[in-house]
């Protein structure tokens, strides 16, 4: 496509759309690259962080090189997670009820089959087929009780941002693949364990901050709408400012590029494809809490402060400091204004009254971010993606993916910018996982895993049937 030429002299090198952690990765290191570069970043809502919220935990694991590089950069060492009641029980609802055993014994087996078969679809083959079930068909169809459906469901809508029924098997397991399979996911949503790396948002933001000195950070202002011309960029935000730039960075995830107003239109060959079914879709919140109480209520009764309950929504919690609990909730838009109260309701119930009473409670509510669809990396002109859901080879949908992409697009904006100080060793950024990190599998694991309750009984019923059968036959015979 030609582009125009437009009449104004940009104002800056590089504007960066979204102060999430791709969005400050690539301040920080298209300063790192050349500090005599104008950047400007600016972020919709009234903090830094997006995703990773601002006063949370968060964890990763070793293999995320590139989130163990950043902390080099801002200069904090990681630190293994202290759990001091890793030997307390956790408070689950799969635990719970009578058919908690053979439910967890079924989801294992499920979850072990889809772990299994995820090396055919490392991000490198990312191939989306024409006809396969959705996760939600895959599920019911696997797994016969409701807490282990209402379990997987909700990972699905976790990690990719839209309910099961939106994401093709295809594009789930490519997305898992690239974070290092599915039980790493679960470990990083719903387990906690003290092996990872547990990061302070909180720190982590101040740190990147320190060094982000000399780049404007606009809070509380929203892009709208961007011209593309073949020789700048141009930006208006919900104020009407305009910011002009020879290069934008757009560090948020494709559904919210998509409320973005693009002249001319993105071209296709620019657009990651999305399964057919994504048309209208159910916009889905998430809110962060953070509870801090007079002493660690869970403990006294027994409980590590790991705690799960699916229904009647999905809340994932953890004791992240010493009497403090945050975890994060899965609603409705409708739902926003009730959810805490919902949410200490809950803690309520299962941990007792005094959860009612938080010496002080915050709580931050955004959008999902969705990553249906094929990883995005290839820059159209002056416009560069970011983010984690568009990063294609490690960690996609986690911390690691999001600061490789913020790398990988900070290396195309200074190439657009200034290419004479981009090295070839700059350009290697985005790197395939190893060969290693894919599990090894053995055929008969694999055939074993994919028996579940439904299988197993049709085929009892066709082997007995057919026995009945044979019988029957041999009795007319004789
Ligand atoms: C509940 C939960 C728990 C998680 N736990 C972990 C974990 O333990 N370990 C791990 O590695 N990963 C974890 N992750 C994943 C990780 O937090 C995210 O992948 C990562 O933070 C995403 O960063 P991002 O910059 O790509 O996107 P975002 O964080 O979404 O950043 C996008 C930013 O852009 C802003 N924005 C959007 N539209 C506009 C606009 N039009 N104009 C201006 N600004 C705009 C948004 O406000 C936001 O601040 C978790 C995610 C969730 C949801």
């Known amino acids: 496509m030609d582009l125009p030429f437009g009449t104004q002299t940009p104002e800056l090198d590089v504007l960066i759309v979204g102060g999430g952690l791709s969005g400050l990765t690539s301040a920080l290191k298209i300063l790192a690259m050349e500090s005599t570069l104008k950047v400007r970043l600016i972020e919709a809502s009234d903090g830094l962080g997006g ?20 902390l080099t950069l801002v200069h904090l060492s990681p630190r293994r997670r202290r759990s001091i009641n890793g030997r307390l029980r956790r408070c689950w609802d799969l635990d719970r009820g009578l058919t908690a055993l053979p439910a967890k014994f079924e989801l294992g087996r499920y979850i072990e089959m889809l772990d299994l078969r995820m090396p055919k679809f490392r991000s490198k083959r990312f191939n989306l087929r024409e006809r396969v079930s959705n ?20 990972l699905v809508e976790l990690v990719c941002g839209v309910p099961a029924s939106e994401v093709d098997y295809d594009v789930f397991m490519s997305i898992c693949s690239s974070c290092g399979g599915l039980k790493m996911l679960i470990d990083f949503y719903f387990t906690y364990p003290s092996s990872f790396y547990e990061i302070s948002t909180e720190m982590l933001i101040e740190s990147i901050l320190e060094q982000l000195q000399f780049i404007t950070i606009t809070l509380n202002c929203r892009a709208v709408r961007l011209d593309h011309y073949k020789n700048y960029v141009q930006v208006t935000d919900d104020q009407g400012n305009r910011h002009t730039a020879q290069a934008a960075i757009l ?30 879709r159910r916009r889905q919140l998430i809110s962060q809490f953070r509870l801090r109480y007079g002493k660690s209520v869970w403990t006294d009764l027994g409980y590590s402060g790991n705690f ?14 010493l009497s403090s609990f945050c975890g994060y909730v899965l609603h409705a838009p409708e739902d926003q204004d009730e959810v805490l109260q919902d949410v200490v309701d809950l803690l309520a119930e299962h941990f007792g009254e005094e959860m009612r009473q938080p010496l002080e409670c915050q709580c931050h509510t ?19 993606w970011s983010s984690s859901s568009a990063v294609g080879t490690s960690y996609r949908s986690l911390m690691g993916g999001a600061v490789q992409s913020g790398f990988r697009a900070a290396v195309n904006a200074v190439f657009v910018v200034r290419p004479q100080v981009v090295s070839w060793k700059d350009m290697l950024v985005e790197r395939p996982k190893l060969a290693q990190d894919v599990v090894a599998s053995g055929r008969i694991r694999g055939l074993l895993s994919r028996l ?27």
Request: proline share 7%; hydrophobic share 40%.
């Open 452 to 478: 579940n309750l439904y299988n197993v009984t049709f085929y009892s019923f066709f082997v007995l049937g057919l026995i009945w059968l044979l019988n029957l036959g041999y009795a007319r015979a004789f």
């Open 51 to 70: 995703q990773m919220g601002q006063n949370g935990i968060r964890l990763v694991d070793g293999a995320q090189q590139d989130m163990l590089a950043l």
């Open 366 to 384: 955004d959008e999902l971010n969705a990553a249906q669809h094929k990883p995005q990396t290839k820059p159209w002109h002056r416009v560069i």
């Open 251 to 280: 560090a948020i995830p494709w559904n919210k590029v998509q409320k973005l107003e693009f002249v001319p239109p993105i071209p296709t060959a620019y657009q990651p494809r999305t399964p057919s079914k994504s048309g209208q």
């Open 308 to 321: 799960l309950s699916a229904q009647p929504l999905l809340v994932s919690g953890h004791e992240c400091r």
């Open 135 to 154: 996760m939600e068909q895959h599920i019911c169809h696997h797994l016969f009780f409701s807490k282990s459906r209402n379990f997987m469901l909700s």
